[in-house]
């Protein structure tokens, strides 16, 4: 990705990327700093997150800034004040990675509420909190991070982890067309998702599963024509990309990253 940087040009950017201590918002954080950008990240975990920083300031450019903070993204208030603060500490947003899922396969009520108040309700805080700082920058971008599971229905199904990862591809569509004037100078504020299939990496749900229900995890690696899993980078590419300049006219679209696991024609 670094290589590619002048034509991505996703050098001076500055954004925040919500879960980003490990996994795919990890990943993303990684080559967005790696490439020039000036990134904050939040996490639950403080040494996740201090590591995290520390991780991401070594690969960071001259003069991009790595900053981190502990936080509960389905707490609104504590969310849109670490946005401000970002904001003004950078002079300024140009991405939001809203990456933070909380992978409630439940079927009670309670875990219908958990999933809608961190899966939707912290993206569309993101979005609404960052929108005054991204209407003025020319290249702003928000990326939100959904799933497969929202395409179709598979062994989630019944509870409200694919019901939400489908909502958010509606929203971020709707956010596209609503705002495709809205940076600065009319250029667009876009707004895209990118839906990976299952994703391995250590520490995540698959690594998990795979250690407390390898019959399960056997058949999830089956399902996949390629043998394998995704990786974490490999779902950061997209994202980045999606920041990127390079993507200047993407917006409104879900980038499906899952190794042709499902089958389902994307129109």
């Excluded at 790696?34 to 997150?49: W, Y």
């Excluded at 961190?118 to 990326?143: Q, R, W």
């Excluded at 958010?168 to 998702?193: D, Q």
């Amino acid at each position: 990705m670094s290589g590619l940087a002048s034509e991505l040009k996703i050098e001076g950017k500055r954004g925040i990327v919500t879960g980003g201590s490990k996994g795919i918002g990890r990943a993303a954080a990684e080559l967005l700093v790696k490439d020039g950008a000036s990134v904050a990240i939040c996490g639950r975990n403080q040494a996740d997150l201090d590591g995290a920083v520390k991780d991401l300031q070594g690969l960071a450019k001259k003069g991009a800034k790595v900053t981190g903070a502990v936080l509960d993204v389905s707490d609104g208030a504590a969310l849109k004040q670490w946005i401000d603060s970002v904001a003004t500490e950078f002079g300024g947003l140009d991405f939001v990675v809203a990456n933070v899922s909380a992978l409630e396969a439940g079927q009670t009520i309670d875990a219908w509420k958990k999933a809608f108040e961190v899966d939707m309700l912290h993206t569309v805080s993101c979005c609404d909190t960052a929108l005054p700082y991204l209407s003025k920058s020319s290249g702003a971008s928000v990326v939100s991070v959904s799933s497969v599971s929202g395409r179709e229905v598979d062994f989630m199904a019944g509870g409200p982890y694919g019901p939400m990862k489908a909502a958010l591809i509606h929203y971020m569509s709707s956010m596209a067309f609503k705002h495709a004037k809205s940076g600065l100078n009319g250029t667009p504020v876009r707004f895209n998702t990118v839906s990976p299939g299952n994703t391995y990496f250590e520490g995540g749900v698959w690594q998990n599963i795979e250690r407390g229900n390898p019959e399960l995890f056997k058949t999830a690696l089956g399902l996949n024509p390629t043998g394998r899993m995704a990786t974490a980078k490999e779902v950061g590419n997209a994202i980045a990309f999606l920041v990127s300049d390079a993507a200047s006219f993407i917006s409104g679209t879900n980038i499906v990253v899952d190794g042709a696991l499902t089958r389902g024609v994307q129109f």
